[in-house]
C-alpha cells in the first residue's frame, strides 16, 4: 500500500516500549517492576497520571506518581497505553498537526475498555478478549499515519468530525473517497510492517466492517 510504505519509509515502533509490554505479559511482572520502567519514560509517565487523574476514573484525591498510576490502572490498561504511546512516539517527527488528532488517543483506550467487556459478555477467552482490547487501543493509528502522509484531507476530515457530521462509518468512507483507504486498513498493513500478530492485524484492518480482506502493505 502506497500511503504505508511510501517514499518516506515507515517509522519504526520504539523499543523501550516494545519492552515495557513484553515485560508486563511475563509472569515476573509487578506493579513495581512496572512502575520502575514507566518512570524511566517521561512522556509515557506523563500519559499514565493524565488518563488515572481524568473523569473517567471519579478518583477522590490525584494521583501523583507512576506506582500509584500503575495500581490503579491495572496491567492491562498500562500495556494498552505503552502500545498507544509507542504509535504516537514513532510519529513524533513526521509533522503530524496533532492538535487535529488528539481525541483520537483518549478515544482508542474507551475503545479498547469496551471492546474487552464486550468480548468478556460474549464468553471470549482471556487470549481472545487480549485480543480485543489490543485491536480497540490500536484501532486508529492508520490515523496517524494518514495525518503524516496527507495532512490536508485529514485535517479536513478531523474538522467535518468535530462538526458532528461523520458518525459511524461515514468517516472512514470520506478518507476512501479523499485518499484511497481508510485508517482501519492503513492502520493494518501498519501493524503488520511492525510484525504483531496476524490476528490483531485483522482485528485492527476490518473494525469498520467495511474491509473484505487485509491490504497488503
Not at 11 to 23: D, G, I, K, M
Not at 134 to 143: D, I, P
Not at 194 to 210: K, S, T, Y
Amino acid at each position: 500500500m502506497a500511503l504505508v510504505t511510501g517514499a518516506r519509509g515507515v517509522p519504526a515502533f520504539p523499543q523501550s516500549l516494545s519492552e515495557l509490554v513484553a515485560h508486563i505479559q511475563s509472569p515476573d511482572a509487578s506493579a513495581a517492576s512496572v512502575s520502575k520502567i514507566v518512570s524511566g519514560d517521561v512522556g509515557l509517565t506523563t500519559q499514565m497520571l493524565k488518563f488515572a487523574n481524568s473523569s473517567y476514573f471519579h478518583l477522590p484525591a490525584k494521583v501523583s506518581d507512576s506506582f500509584q498510576a500503575v495500581k490503579l490502572l491495572g496491567m492491562d490498561f498500562v500495556r494498552s497505553l505503552a502500545l498507544l504511546a509507542g504509535a504516537f512516539e514513532a510519529f513524533r517527527g513526521a509533522g503530524i498537526d496533532y492538535s487535529a488528532i488528539s481525541a483520537s488517543g483518549e478515544r482508542s483506550l474507551l475503545l479498547a475498555a469496551a471492546a474487552a467487556k464486550m468480548a468478556a459478555a460474549e464468553g471470549f477467552s482471556p487470549a481472545e478478549r487480549d485480543v480485543c482490547r489490543c485491536a480497540g487501543v490500536l484501532s486508529h493509528v492508520g490515523t496517524l499515519l494518514l495525518a503524516s502522509r496527507r495532512p490536508d484531507e485529514m485535517k479536513a476530515i478531523a474538522a467535518e468530525k468535530a462538526s458532528g457530521g461523520l458518525a459511524g462509518d461515514k468517516a472512514a468512507l470520506l478518507e476512501r473517497g479523499l485518499l484511497g483507504a481508510d485508517h482501519a486498513s492503513v492502520g493494518g498493513a501498519l501493524l503488520d510492517l511492525w510484525g504483531f500478530d496476524e490476528e490483531l492485524v485483522d482485528a485492527v484492518a476490518r473494525h469498520h466492517g467495511l474491509n473484505s480482506s487485509r491490504m497488503n502493505p
